[in-house]
T-cell receptor, first 112, second 113 residues
Framework: GQQLNQSPQSMFIQEGEDVSMNCTSS?????WLWYKQDPGEGPVLLIA?????ELTSNGRLTAQFGITRKDSFLNISASIPSDVGIYFC????????????FGSGTQLTVLP | DTEVTQTPKHLVMGMTNKKSLKCEQH?????MYWYKQKAKKPPELMFV???????INESVPSRFSPECPNSSLLNLHLHALQPEDSALYLC????????????FGPGTRLTVT
């Protein structure tokens, strides 16, 4: 089956620092979605990517769809305390198994 | 508006109880999903509805019974659950099945005693 490797598993950063996390897949994807989840809440969609090479921003967040179509990264600039949470990547292939495949998540902690 | 609502927010039930989880969206989406999520793990797909018909059942035990009364509503009926079924149950929707963005509701925190 499809697998997504998301790294790092956790990050501890100082407020104001930039953050980068990424996902790689074993197969080609045609969609990448990035979500943030706060404790006890549902995942909130941050950015959606549909084309290889696409670079999309949402405020301090920037995500890119890798040229190989097997990877994506998410950058957060100038982190603030409310950035704390778990970030999930999710990918979708064009094959028969088209449900979302989720990465294992990156737990982000922002220290004051 | 990209809102998916779920009720109740929290649910505690015994192993002999029957309860239902409810989900609603008014975005005109024709695909709706149920996911189960354990702490610090990614969501796991349970069921998919497309145009109010069950499209995918990911080998979920029969003690979970989904229902889609209309294009805006999705229910999950629970009966004779086990303690290991305790989890966050998430509803999601998308414009069409397995296409475009998928939006999640806030979830129902289920505890089985």
């Amino acid at each position: 089956g499809q697998q997504l490797n998301q790294s790092p598993q956790s990050m501890f950063i100082q407020e104001g620092e930039d953050v980068s996390m990424n996902c790689t897949s074993s197969s080609i994807f045609n969609t990448w979605l990035w979500y943030k989840q706060d404790p006890g809440e549902g995942p909130v969609l941050l950015i959606a990517l549909y084309k290889a090479g696409e670079l999309t921003s949402n405020g301090r967040l920037t995500a890119q769809f890798g040229i190989t179509r097997k990877d994506s990264f998410l950058n957060i600039s100038a982190s603030i305390p409310s950035d704390v949470g778990i970030y999930f990547c999710a990918g979708r292939s064009s094959g028969s198994a088209r449900q979302l495949t989720f990465g294992s998540g990156t737990q982000l902690t922002v220290l004051p | 508006d990209t809102e998916v609502t779920q009720t109740p927010k929290h649910l505690v039930m015994g192993m002999t109880n029957k309860k239902s989880l409810k989900c609603e969206q008014h975005m005109g989406h024709r695909a709706m999903y149920w996911y189960k999520q354990k702490a610090k793990k990614p969501p796991e797909l349970m069921f998919v509805y497309s145009y109010e018909k069950l499209s995918i059942n990911e080998s979920v035990p029969s003690r979970f019974s989904p229902e889609c009364p209309n294009s805006s509503l999705l229910n999950l009926h629970l009966h004779a659950l086990q303690p290991e079924d305790s989890a966050l149950y998430l509803c999601a929707s998308s414009l069409h099945v397995f296409e475009y963005e998928q939006y999640f509701g806030p979830g129902t925190r289920l505890t089985v005693t």
